[in-house]
């Protein structure tokens, strides 16, 4: 059953959920490979879509053992953060898809390295995953934008 009346109600409804994404634009890296941005922000925080360890210039894939991809991955998207008022130390949750589990250890040295402050560590979910074509790693991430 329809509880709106008009096309005009259902449109109101929508206004009122629509949320501003501000698309932010990743300078120095390359066009994205498919229909999506490399991060947004919306509502004071960014939300980092999913990278790998790609050459910053050309895009390109960068193969290398888990600690290596982990490092490569975390740097590309400190740098996106810097582009969109922010950084690591803003981070409030990151999602690590690893495409073998017995790798966890070796990336969560890296990570930590990267996080070491345990007091404001963020927020962590890490799972095993199909990637593409010999990827080790992915991971996403939301910071508050710096001084939200």
Known sequence: MDT???DRDRAAVANER???VHIIPAQGFP????PFSYAVEARGLIFVSGHAATHPRSGDFVPGDIRQETELTLRNIARILEQARSGLQHVVKCSVFLRDIEEFSDMNDVYSRFFPDEATRPARTT???VLGSGIRIEIDAIAEVSGA
């Open 18 to 20: 629509a949320v501003a």
């Open 31 to 34: 066009p994205p490979k498919g």
């Open 4 to 6: 709106f009346e008009s």
């Open 127 to 129: 799972i095993q995953a």
